[in-house]
């Protein structure tokens, strides 16, 4: 099984700015050293977070996806990050998963942030949108997600597991980088997987600050790549199989898993 190579980007969004975010994505992108199978840009990276939909929001066929899509072709790589995304007027944070060949999956956020308002105007999603890239499996997810370890549960199916990577694209202000730091480490390690999490820097248009803390860690727990807190970063690192596959078959926790049923709950959504 080959390695999957990762760039990931911890940018300084420009607040309330699509067209200047997109310029400063093809710049960054532009300066990639190698070649990259997957490409993570942060949550809600056209804009910046929280902001108004009925301003915001792309469209299916707007410059937002239509930009990612040219990104994938050229650099032969799925590119993904989150935007608003109005579907009929019912508005998602949405994870944008863009293949090379121009077709996409999306991920609508299903914990959405009700300490910041996002509850009042983002409808939240219903179910995980697992992916597959150069046979790995991958589950991404959105920021607040983080919390909700049952959510983020890795499963089996005939003794495989369902997902291998999973991803978080986030918008994190620094006042909480404890927990995004631990929080990340645990997922790993109880879902044996290799995490991801992706966040911005700087500060945003409502005075919230972001260190970044952008990295990733092994399923023992193990930082292997990291982006330098509180600077705009592209980090081009490398996973392996392999040594996945290993730790799994030597120390199986999966066997003795719990099962469970989720059941999910009609989302408490009002526009007041």
């Known amino acids: 099984m080959q390695n999957l190579n990762i760039a990931f980007i911890q940018a300084n969004l ?12 093809d710049d960054l992108i532009a300066g990639l050293v190698n070649k990259a199978d997957l490409i993570v ?23 937002e996806i239509t930009w990612m899509r040219k990104k994938a072709r050229v650099t032969k790589a799925v590119v993904c990050g989150s935007i608003l995304l109005d579907l009929g007027g019912v508005f998602h944070n949405t994870l944008i ?4 060949q121009g077709d996409y999956h999306c991920y609508h956020k299903r914990h959405v942030f009700r300490m ?38 890795n499963t089996t199916t005939a003794g495989q597991h369902n997902y291998d990577l999973m991803i978080f ?50 399923p023992k727990g193990n930082i292997l790549a990291q982006a330098k807190p509180n600077q705009e970063q592209v980090v081009e690192t490398s996973i392996g199989m ?26 408490d959504y009002t526009t007041s």
Not at 46 to 57: E, I, L, S, Y
Not at 97 to 100: A, L
């Open 14 to 25: 420009i607040w309330e700015n699509p067209e200047a975010n997109l310029a400063m994505f």
């Open 41 to 63: 840009l942060p949550e809600t990276f056209v804009t910046g977070f929280p902001v108004d939909p009925h301003k915001f929001a792309a469209k299916p066929d707007g410059k």
């Open 97 to 100: 998963w863009m293949t090379p």
């Open 116 to 153: 910041g308002g996002e509850h009042k105007l983002i409808q939240p999603g219903t179910a995980h949108q697992d992916v597959s890239l150069n046979g790995w499996n991958i589950r991404p997810l959105i920021c607040y997600d983080l919390r909700f370890p049952v959510w983020c549960r």
């Open 169 to 218: 694209v986030a918008n994190w202000p620094e006042v909480r980088s404890y927990p995004w730091i631990q929080l990340l480490i645990a997922r790993a390690i109880e879902n044996q997987a290799y995490v991801l999490g992706v966040n911005r820097v700087g500060t945003d248009g409502l005075g919230n600050h972001y260190s970044g803390d952008s990295m990733l860690i092994d």
């Open 242 to 267: 392999d040594e996945l596959l290993n730790f799994r078959k030597k120390f199986n926790v999966a066997l003795d898993w719990d099962d469970f049923k989720m059941i999910i709950l009609p989302p």
